[in-house]
């Protein structure tokens, strides 16, 4: 009888821990974010040395977001202290730039911030170097 109701009540919480999962990814609606970034880069894919990241960010009307101030930092996920940041430059149509020495390869995290107006949005990016 007792392992009937230990399973019984382990079927209860996992319900339970998957009512909760579902209901958090109903209430997250993307169309809500303030802004919508794509991530490319020059040459592409990406190598290891000099890449030209190129941001280009719509505000919520999918409209090209202009006059921004863009901040990119990009991290070696694997090896500590092997980081690079700076100021994006504003290109046309809602493009930002920024050229980043790659010194290895692997997985580097790609952190935005963009500012405007009362905005302060952050954003990572997943980049692999072959």
Known sequence: MKPRIIWIGMLIIVAALLAGCSSAAQTQDKSTEPVK???ETTPAPPVTGKNEIILKLEDQDGQPL???T???SADHTDMTGMTMSGPATEQEGGK???TADFSMSGTWKIT???RKEG???KKDFDLKIP
């Open 66 to 68: 202009t006059g921004a």
């Open 112 to 114: 935005v911030y963009v």
């Open 119 to 121: 905005l302060d949005v």
């Open 70 to 72: 863009v901040d990119v």
């Open 96 to 98: 930002y730039a920024i």
């Open 37 to 39: 970034f794509t991530l």
